[in-house]
């Protein structure tokens, strides 16, 4: 019996992290899921332990002060996790939702819990607030996005009906994170009448890479491409037909350029309701998307943003 999908999601009470809360809606999840809801507490002291409350005479009244509103911060964070778990509870009735709070860095509460729950997909919305949590693209979701060992869906909410057709633009470049971008959306369930299009970008560090390796869809490819541009259309009609087998439609665009402007643009024009991109690529001079294209797209894309790591084997 194949593992129920883990999700991890990130919530400090912000507009930003309700509209991560309604994009899931529109993210492909399936009806059976397990999901975490975590607040953090961003306090200077975290709240005092056990050991720590048994001789109060002896810690000085500033501590104590500190200690006092750690706690309270503790219980806002952990109010609002439970008002997360309700509204996602709302909506996948059949999940198995809990929730969490702690005291820590937002950012790094994040990937300690994620490092040891293991979820196949981590969620945080697009900018936040400085009370319980920043979830700000720059500096939470940013560390977020770059540090985790998980994928990490950048939620922003475009108000549509959860059972509208979704429209998904998939950054490809043949690297095994791009591939494994290509299987996440595949194992999806969307709405009939979904689309998606591929995006391949012929950038000069992309064919360079080419050379030197054996991409992961090269068995797919025929072994006389006369050269690195026919191999990338051979390679991006091999993933397209992943996603046909699965019931989407595919469209494709290859085309030369800067791959954050790129893919940037293309989502835009396309109106993609998601961009998805792998964190890692091809190239060894500037790794075609984890702390470049990655970070670029999520932070500048008015859609939602994946970035997909491929599925590590969760420990016993």
């Known amino acids: 019996m194949p593992e129920k999908m883990k999700v991890l999601i990130a919530y400090d009470g912000s507009s930003c992290a309700d509209a991560a809360l309604d994009d899931l809606r529109r993210a492909g999840l399936p009806h059976v899921a ?30 104590q002060s500190a200690w006092t509103q750690a706690t309270h911060a503790v219980e806002e964070a952990h109010a609002l996790a ?12 059949d999940w198995d939702v809990s929730a969490e709070a702690c005291a820590d860095s937002p950012a790094w509460a994040v990937i300690k819990k994620a490092d040891t729950w293991q979820p196949d997909l981590i969620v945080v919305g697009s900018h936040g607030r400085s009370t319980v949590g920043r979830l700000l693209l720059g500096s939470v979701s940013y560390k977020v996005v770059t540090e985790a060992h998980s994928s990490v869906r950048v939620g922003r909410d475009d108000h549509k009906a959860g059972e509208v057709p979704v429209r998904l633009v998939v ?9 494994a971008a290509v299987h996440a959306v595949a194992a999806r369930h969307w ?5 998606t299009r591929l995006v391949a970008v012929l950038d000069s560090r992309m064919l360079t890479a080419l050379a030197p390796h054996r991409p992961p869809v090269a068995e797919w ?15 991006v009609e091999a993933l397209a037909e992943q996603l046909r087998a699965a019931g989407l439609t595919v469209s494709s665009v290859i085309q030369p350029g800067d791959p954050k402007a790129v893919l940037l643009d293309e989502a835009a024009h396309w109106e993609a309701d998601c961009l998805v991109v792998g964190a890692r690529g091809l190239s060894r001079i500037e790794q075609f998307l984890l702390g470049s294209v990655s970070t670029a797209v999520a932070a500048r894309a008015h859609c939602s943003v994946e970035v997909i790591r491929p599925k590590r084997t969760r420990e016993a």
């Not at 439970?82 to 009735?93: D, H, K």
């Not at 709405?191 to 689309?195: A, I, N």
């Open 34 to 63: 397990e999901a975490l809801i975590i607040a953090v507490a961003d306090v200077f002291l975290p709240p005092p332990s056990d050991a720590e409350r048994t001789f109060p005479e002896q810690v000085p009244m500033a501590v």
């Open 82 to 93: 439970m008002q997360a778990r309700a509204r996602v509870q709302a909506s996948f009735p």
């Open 171 to 179: 950054g490809v470049d043949g690297s095994a994170d791009a591939v």
């Open 191 to 195: 709405p009939t009448g979904s689309e």
């Open 221 to 235: 490819v025929k072994a006389d491409v006369p050269d690195e541009q026919a191999w990338v259309h051979q390679m």
